[in-house]
């Protein structure tokens, strides 16, 4: 679906701005120019952002690490 029609960027765009390393909402406009004309899509996109970024948690298997302090 289209989220900013001015610049035509599509939900799938975003979501391929996040898998990028797009984690703000200045960094996604800056990728895909969403937000930078009238900002209608604004909240759509900020809302969209947010989802990604906590499926991209979620589905984090990578080992974390943990620092302790040994002093």
């Keep these: 679906m289209y989220v ?3 610049h ?3 939900d799938s ?3 391929a701005a ?6 703000t909402f200045r ?10 004309q009238c900002g209608s899509c604004a ?3 900020r809302a969209l952002l947010k989802e990604c970024l ?6 984090d298997t ?3 690490l943990r620092v302790i302090n040994v002093a």
Aim: hydrophobic share 30%; net charge negative.
């Design 13 to 15: 765009a975003i979501r």
């Design 43 to 45: 909240v759509t996109a």
């Design 27 to 36: 960094q996604l406009s800056f990728a895909t120019g969403c937000g930078s």
């Design 62 to 64: 990578s080992p974390q």
């Design 54 to 59: 906590a499926n991209q948690t979620s589905h």
């Design 8 to 10: 035509g960027v599509t």
């Design 4 to 6: 900013c029609l001015c």
């Design 18 to 23: 996040v898998e990028e390393g797009a984690h």
